[in-house]
């Protein structure tokens, strides 16, 4: 478990180049050896369970990073980087970058309208990259009241959906569509009774979408069967009902995958380091590693929005 960190370096291999002890840096959720051949690349993610390599999670005091001259991301060395910007800089490895991305995929401009559906750490973040980058209006789809007041608190407006049909909701704000959509959710949506329904989010982007927009797709939708990493992997279809007729209709684009940190990661580093960007404000506490057990039992029950884990220098 745990699969984003920043930290100190205390020692490094001796063919690891770029950086070096006393660095301080941040680790992206995946590492990959820095070539890509005809076969593509094969990542190694940390705190993903034997399915994706054995290189253990970041919650621990000490972290191994295999290929750390080409994923280890630095932090810039100013007065207010170490531990004031902590939860700002860390959010780069996996979520701030992916939430960002997500944008990206949708072929998001500024000026763009923006359907984000979850507001949970990842589509809170990918509301207020929306606001960040010049969106003319955010939506943010969800549940849970004390998400929904955070994404209203940043600008987005609250979207309900055990209230009404969300769809319904946004084109009451935007009849012909929302020109952008983003699910942050993936095969664990559910439905206003709250049942599992593994496609509701994607049929609901198609119909809030607005022609010629597109779909960013960031929601985890890799279902490989039960495996000792994943024992419960066969309660997730592989296989979803897609609306390909409205889909090819409207003329709707699509992109999907999981994210690569590094491509975004300067950039975000450089919006934090100015101060144009704050995306720690989705931390809602800060423990010592003592309490994980309640408090991943407090975020199940949607007590939290994102905890961080902070060891003793």
Same mark, same amino acid.
Request: charged share 20%; proline share 5%.
């Given at each position: 478990? /745990?699969?984003?960190?920043? /930290?100190?370096?205390?020692?490094?291999?001796? @063919?690891v180049? =770029? $950086?070096?002890v006393?660095?301080?840096?941040i680790?992206?959720d995946?590492?990959?050896?820095g070539y890509?051949?005809?076969?593509g690349r094969?990542?190694v993610?940390f705190?993903?369970?034997?399915?994706y390599?054995?290189?253990?999670?970041?919650?621990a005091e000490?972290?191994?990073?295999p290929?750390?001259?080409?994923?280890?991301?630095p932090?810039?060395?100013t007065?207010?980087?170490r531990?004031t910007?902590?939860?700002?800089y860390? !959010?780069v490895?996996?979520? =701030?970058a992916t939430?960002?991305?997500?944008l990206?995929?949708?072929g998001?401009? %500024?000026g763009?309208? #923006? @359907?984000?559906f979850?507001?949970? %750490?990842?589509? !809170? !973040?990918?509301a207020?990259? &929306?606001? !960040?980058?010049?969106a003319?209006?955010?939506?943010a789809?969800?549940?849970v009241?004390?998400?929904l007041?955070? @994404?209203?608190s940043?600008g &987005? $407006? %609250?979207?309900? =959906?055990?209230?009404?049909?969300?769809?319904?909701?946004i084109?009451?704000?935007?009849?012909k569509g929302v020109?952008r959509?983003?699910?942050?959710?993936g095969?664990?949506?559910?439905?206003a009774?709250?049942?599992?329904?593994q496609n509701?989010?994607?049929?609901?982007m198609?119909? $809030?979408t607005?022609q010629?927009?597109g779909?960013?797709?960031? /929601?985890?939708f890799?279902?490989?069967?039960?495996?000792?990493g994943?024992?419960?992997?066969? *309660?997730?279809s592989p296989?979803i009902e897609?609306?390909i007729?409205?889909f090819f209709?409207? /003329?709707l684009?699509m992109?999907?995958?999981?994210?690569? #940190?590094?491509p975004? @990661?300067?950039?975000?580093?450089e919006?934090?380091?100015?101060g144009k960007?704050?995306?720690? =404000?989705?931390v809602?506490?800060e423990?010592?590693?003592?309490e994980?057990p309640?408090?991943y039992e407090?975020f199940d029950?949607?007590m939290? *929005?994102? #905890?961080?884990?902070r060891?003793?220098d």
């Amino acid at each position: 478990m /745990g699969h984003e960190c920043i /930290g100190v370096v205390d020692e490094i291999g001796s @063919a690891v180049g =770029f $950086v070096d002890v006393g660095d301080q840096v941040i680790v992206p959720d995946a590492t990959y050896d820095g070539y890509v051949g005809f076969e593509g690349r094969e990542d190694v993610g940390f705190g993903y369970g034997v399915d994706y390599g054995l290189v253990g999670g970041c919650q621990a005091e000490y972290v191994r990073v295999p290929f750390a001259g080409n994923n280890l991301i630095p932090i810039p060395n100013t007065n207010d980087t170490r531990n004031t910007l902590d939860n700002d800089y860390l !959010l780069v490895g996996d979520i =701030f970058a992916t939430a960002w991305a997500g944008l990206d995929f949708s072929g998001f401009e %500024p000026g763009d309208s #923006v @359907a984000v559906f979850g507001s949970g %750490p990842v589509g !809170l !973040l990918a509301a207020y990259s &929306a606001i !960040l980058r010049g969106a003319s209006a955010v939506y943010a789809v969800d549940h849970v009241p004390e998400r929904l007041r955070m @994404a209203e608190s940043i600008g &987005a $407006v %609250p979207i309900n =959906f055990r209230d009404s049909d969300p769809v319904d909701q946004i084109l009451d704000y935007e009849p012909k569509g929302v020109t952008r959509s983003v699910d942050c959710i993936g095969y664990e949506a559910v439905n206003a009774v709250l049942e599992h329904e593994q496609n509701i989010v994607i049929k609901n982007m198609v119909s $809030v979408t607005a022609q010629g927009g597109g779909i960013g797709e960031i /929601g985890w939708f890799i279902a490989s069967g039960n495996s000792s990493g994943t024992p419960r992997g066969s *309660t997730m279809s592989p296989k979803i009902e897609f609306p390909i007729s409205e889909f090819f209709d409207k /003329g709707l684009s699509m992109r999907s995958g999981a994210v690569d #940190v590094l491509p975004w @990661a300067s950039t975000l580093v450089e919006l934090i380091a100015s101060g144009k960007a704050r995306p720690g =404000f989705i931390v809602s506490s800060e423990i010592g590693i003592e309490e994980v057990p309640e408090y991943y039992e407090r975020f199940d029950r949607h007590m939290e *929005t994102k #905890v961080m884990i902070r060891f003793e220098d």
